[in-house]
C-alpha cells in the first residue's frame, strides 16, 4: 500500500504551529514481532505544494500562510513501500517477560512484582506531543522523532509495558554503575539506556548470534576491549568490565564516524558495514540517509533507542509503574590468588550458592580460577566477614572433591586461554575458489560449526574472495 502521512511540526519557545498534511491512509501492525515500513521513492505532496526530504527532514514550502520560527521540526510519518528497507525488532523486545520475573534478579532486587501494567495503553498522543517530549529531553545525542520511532514507542507502551516496568525497577540496580562509567569517559548519559536493547538488563543475555552480557559484545569485540572468555571465565557477563569496555567501544566508534547516530549503528552491525552503507548512499553522513542501506537488524536500532529513552523517561505518562526496588545489599570485592569453588564458600559461609553466583556471573562454572592469575570475587559485607575469619581453611575444604589432582593442571591450562575455542590468536583467512567451510575447517584443525560462529553465518554457504575469522 502506497500510503503518505506528513506531518510538520513548528516549535516556537512557548507556542505551536502545527500543520498537518494527509495524503493517504497508513496501516501498522504494532503488536508484530516484526514491523516492516514500505517505501516510496516520490516524497512529494503535489496537491499541497509540500515537499519533505525522509531522511534529513528539511522544509520546502511555498505557503506564505505559514510562518516558522527557530527551532522548526518535520515529523516524518511516512509509511514507506520496498520490503527492502524492512526493519526487525531487538531479541530483548521479545524476551519471555515471566523468565525475567522468575530470575534471581527478579526476586532478589526486586520488592514487589505486581504492578498494574495490563497491556492496554491508557493514553494515546499525538505525533507532535511525542515529539516535543523528545525534544523537551536534555540529551546531547538526536533524538528524532518519526513513523519509525512511532512503532518502537507505541510498541513498548503497549505489549512491552511489563518489560518497561521491570526495567524501571531492576535499573535502580545497575544504572549507579552504568552512570559511573559514562561519567569517567565524558559519555552522553542517554547511552545509559543502550542496554534496554540490548539485553533488557539481563547481564546473562545470549543473542542467537552469540553476543553476550549485558553490552551484547561478539568474542571478537570482546576480546579487543580486553575482556577475557575461556572455559571459566567470561567477562562479558561482568556488568562492571563488560559497561567499562562498552563505554570505550562506543568512544572510540564516535571518534571514527563523528556522530552518534552512526556510532551506535556501528556498535550494532560492525564499523564495516556502516562505511559500506555510507558509500552505497553516495557518501552521505546522517544514520536516516543511510537507513535503506544498513541490515534490518540496524535499521530498528537506533530508532529503539529513542524509543527506549523516551518510554524511561516518560512512562509515567503512559500508566507504567516501576516494579519497587529493594535497597541493594552491600558488597565489596576480594582477590582470590588460589583454586576456590562457589560450594567451598556457600557451604562454610553459610549463603546460598545463587547469590554467590548472581554477583559473579563472570565465572561461568562456579569455579574461580586464582591459582592461574588473581581473580576478582564479590560478596556480601558480612559473607566477606566470615571468609576471612576461615582464612585457608576455605581452600582445604573439600578439595579434594572439587580440584582433585588430575585436573589441576587441566584447569590452569583452560583458564590461560583466552576464548572458548584455542589459545586466541586471530588468523584471517582469505576464501580461495574451490575451498569448501569444510575444506578451511580440516586445514586449521577447527570444526565447521566453530567457523559458523566466529564469522555469524547462518549457512555453510562462503564467497571467494572475502575473509574468514579464526581463533587459534
Not at 588468523?427 to 580461495?432: P, S
Given at each position: 500500500?502506497?500510503?503518505k ?15 498537518f ?6 496501516e501498522i501492525?504494532f503488536?508484530?514481532d516484526?514491523?516492516i ?7 512529494t505532496n503535489s496537491?499541497?505544494?509540500?515537499l ?11 505557503s ?7 527551532p522548526t521540526?518535520?515529523?516524518?510519518c511516512?509509511i514507506l ?8 525488532l531487538?531479541?530483548s523486545m ?11 534478579y527478579?526476586?532478589?532486587l ?5 504492578c498494574d501494567?495490563r497491556m ?8 507532535s506531543i ?5 525534544y523537551?529531553m536534555p540529551?546531547?545525542?538526536e533524538?528524532r ?8 514507542i ?8 511489563s518489560?518497561?516496568?521491570?526495567m524501571l ?8 554503575m552504568i ?5 569517567k ?7 545509559k539506556y543502550?542496554p ?13 548470534a552469540?553476543?553476550?552480557g549485558l ?8 576480546k ?11 567477562e562479558?557477563?561482568d556488568p562492571i ?8 567501544y562506543l568512544r ?6 563523528g556522530?552518534?547516530?552512526l ?5 550494532n552491525?560492525?564499523?564495516?558495514r ?5 558509500l552505497?548512499?553516495?557518501g552521505?553522513?546522517?544514520f536516516?540517509?543511510?537507513y535503506?542501506?544498513?541490515?534490518r537488524?540496524?535499521r530498528?536500532?537506533?530508532?529503539a533507542f ?18 519497587e526496588?529493594n ?5 565489596d ?7 576456590l569453588h ?5 557451604d ?9 553466583r ?18 576478582v570475587l564479590?560478596l ?17 575444604y573439600?578439595?579434594e ?13 583452560e583458564?590461560?586461554?583466552n576464548?572458548?575455542?584455542g ?5 584471517r583467512?582469505k ?13 586449521y584443525r ?14 555453510s554457504k ?7 575469522k579464526?581463533y587459534k
Amino acid at each position: 500500500m502506497t500510503a503518505k502521512y506528513i506531518i510538520i511540526l513548528t516549535l516556537l519557545q512557548f507556542t505551536s504551529t502545527i500543520l498537518f498534511a494527509q495524503n493517504a491512509e497508513e496501516e501498522i501492525d504494532f503488536m508484530s514481532d516484526t514491523l516492516i515500513t514500505d517505501s516510496d521513492d516520490d516524497y512529494t505532496n503535489s496537491d499541497d505544494s509540500l515537499l519533505v526530504d525522509l531522511y534529513n527532514l528539511d522544509i520546502v514550502t511555498d505557503s506564505s500562510s505559514i510562518s516558522y520560527n527557530f527551532p522548526t521540526y518535520a515529523i516524518d510519518c511516512t509509511i514507506l513501500d520496498d520490503d527492502s528497507i524492512a526493519f526487525d525488532l531487538p531479541e530483548s523486545m521479545t524476551v519471555n517477560i515471566d523468565s525475567l520475573l522468575n530470575s534471581w534478579y527478579a526476586r532478589n532486587l526486586l520488592k514487589s512484582l505486581d504492578c498494574d501494567t495490563r497491556m492496554v495503553n491508557p493514553t494515546t498522543f499525538s505525533d507532535s506531543i511525542y515529539a516535543q517530549r523528545l525534544y523537551d529531553m536534555p540529551t546531547i545525542m538526536e533524538m528524532r522523532y518519526n513513523s519509525v520511532v512511532r512503532q518502537y514507542i507505541d510498541r513498548y507502551s503497549t505489549k512491552n509495558r511489563s518489560l518497561v516496568s521491570y526495567m524501571l525497577g531492576i535499573s535502580h540496580y545497575y544504572m549507579p554503575m552504568i552512570e559511573a562509567a559514562i561519567d569517567k569517559y565524558n559519555m552522553p548519559h542517554e547511552l545509559k539506556y543502550l542496554p534496554i536493547i540490548e539485553s533488557a538488563l539481563k547481564p546473562k543475555a545470549v543473542s542467537g548470534a552469540g553476543a553476550k552480557g549485558l553490552w551484547q559484545f561478539m568474542f571478537g569485540t570482546g576480546k579487543l576491549y580486553g575482556l577475557k572468555s575461556n572455559n571459566y571465565i567470561e567477562e562479558r557477563f561482568d556488568p562492571i568490565k563488560s559497561t567499562d569496555a562498552a563505554m570505550r567501544y562506543l568512544r572510540d566508534l564516535h571518534k571514527t564516524f563523528g556522530r552518534w547516530d552512526l556510532a551506535l549503528a556501528a556498535y550494532n552491525c560492525g564499523p564495516g558495514r556502516v562505511k559500506k552503507a555510507i558509500l552505497r548512499s553516495g557518501g552521505k553522513q546522517d544514520f536516516w540517509d543511510i537507513y535503506r542501506y544498513l541490515p534490518r537488524e540496524t535499521r530498528g536500532y537506533v530508532p529503539a533507542f529513542i524509543a527506549a529513552n523516551y518510554i524511561m523517561t516518560y512512562h509515567n505518562e503512559h500508566g507504567i509503574c516501576p516494579m519497587e526496588p529493594n535497597v541493594p545489599v552491600a558488597t565489596d570485592t576480594l582477590h582470590i590468588t588460589k583454586n576456590l569453588h562457589f560450594s567451598q564458600i556457600a557451604d562454610l559461609c553459610n549463603v546460598a550458592i545463587d547469590d554467590i553466583r548472581a554477583i559473579n556471573p563472570q565465572y561461568i562454572r562456579d569455579i574461580v580460577p586464582g591459582a592461574n592469575e588473581p581473580c576478582v570475587l564479590r560478596l556480601t559485607n558480612e559473607t566477606i566477614t566470615k571468609f576471612i575469619e576461615l582464612g585457608d581453611s576455605i581452600y582445604c575444604y573439600n578439595e579434594e572433591k572439587y580440584f582433585p589432582r588430575d585436573k589441576i593442571e587441566k584447569i590452569l591450562k583452560e583458564a590461560k586461554s583466552n576464548n572458548e575455542w584455542g589459545s586466541g590468536d586471530l588468523i584471517r583467512h582469505k576464501i580461495k575458489s574451490g575451498e569448501t567451510l569444510g575444506s578451511i575447517a580440516r586445514k586449521y584443525r577447527v570444526k565447521t560449526s566453530q567457523l559458523m560462529k566466529w564469522n555469524n553465518l547462518k549457512n555453510s554457504k562462503i564467497r571467494a574472495g572475502r575473509y574468514l575469522k579464526i581463533y587459534k
